[in-house]
């Protein structure tokens, strides 16, 4: 087995993606914490034997901050090498392409190769006339050189990535202004949470532009100026574009190869991560099937054991769970609104607000709930969305009920601990119960 890899081991998910933006994000999140901890009764002494509000007495140190980002990504970029290495794995550093099916060409070394698998990634995509410059106009990429906070950061793109850089530089002390296209923020996910993030921006003081399409950025002096389809200018002292990703597909020889691509770019794959090309699989972002580091693992297992003859079950789409890394958090798995809404399925759904969960009292969180959908004759549940803090955390057992089609009642009926959030989770399910 040979590994090709021009950028460090682990790419883009280990590198500049995943670990750094969730690094950055983890000390946005004991930010928030800080700030919202007064209402708990917490007090800071300022050593003359005042107290002062832990809101208006911590700062971050951004240059710390990025220099424990960098290294997390470099420990576990070599972490992954020595494994690799332990297991006899030969690494190549360099940029490959194909030469027909069962060649992958590295320099002037020419590989053969029973099984090939395409995992190259993304990259930010550009918005035109707005050349990044890695100092004001940055990508998500290049954000962890800088060494001071932002003092104005405008995000251009309210998705995922957006949404997420948004909350964590507020969070932080930023002033941020958020420049989304859409109506809302985060279009593609479920428009109550969507709402109850707006909520919460909107009470922190970041500003969202909806309906506002960026045409260009460009830098001005220390600053940035944003200019928008309207003609309306915002300015900024650092501008960072979130306008989505393109895949790393080019000067790979892959057509060639017989592997198709989208007219996107992307390697198209089934189920089991087959291109176009006997022996060629893909995995990731390269393929454009939800770009979330958890598909693209399951994506490359899936690929290695059709591969080798070993029994597989096929990537399915509806089991998936997302997060977003937002505060508070977004997780969703299966079922979505916009398809119950849309007519596209027939579901019921219950939605139950953390403002009635003791824990959530006791802990002063005021935003969030739980949601689940169910299908309305076996009451198997089929969906569900969080909001909450560590969202992520929470999603795991609507994730189990909807991959294993438990049924509402037997979600309800397994033992919560009181007082908890998860405790919301079984609420929910009792309230979709399906008298006969």
Known sequence: MTVVDSDGIGGSAVLTDCVPSKTLIATAEVMTEVEEAGELGVRLDDGDGDTVDPANSVRVDLSVVNKRVKALAAAQSEGIS????????????????MDGPETVVVGDERLAADVVLIATGARPRILKGSEPDGERILTWEQVYELEELPERLIVVGSGV???????????????????????????GEDADAAAVLEDVFKRRGLTVLSKSRAESVQRRGDGVVVTLTDGRTVEGSHALLAVGSLPNTDDLNLAESGVSLTDGGFVQV????????RGVYAAGDCTGVLMLASVAAMQGRIAMAHALGDAVTP???STVSANVFTAPEIATVGLTQAVVDAGGSTGLVVKVPLSDNARAKMQGVRDGFVKLFCLPNT????????????ASE????ISL??????????????FTVYPSISGSIAEAARRLHLRN
């Not at 932080?172 to 109506?183: E, I």
């Not at 009451?379 to 560590?390: M, Q, S």
């Open 161 to 187: 990535t957006g949404a997420e850089f948004a909350s964590a530089y507020d969070a932080l002390g930023s002033d941020v202004v958020l420049v989304s296209s859409r109506d809302r923020v985060l279009p």
């Open 379 to 390: 009451g198997i549940v089929v969906g569900g969305v969080v909001v909450a803090p560590r």
């Open 315 to 317: 990537l399915d789409q």
């Open 82 to 97: 020595r494994r690799l290495e332990r297991d006899k794995v030969r690494l190549i550093k360099g940029r490959g392409r």
């Open 401 to 414: 009920a909807v991959g294993a089609r438990l049924t509402v009642d037997q979600v309800a009926q397994s």
């Open 394 to 397: 929470l999603i795991h057992p």
């Open 270 to 277: 089934d189920r089991v991560s087959r291109t176009t090309a």
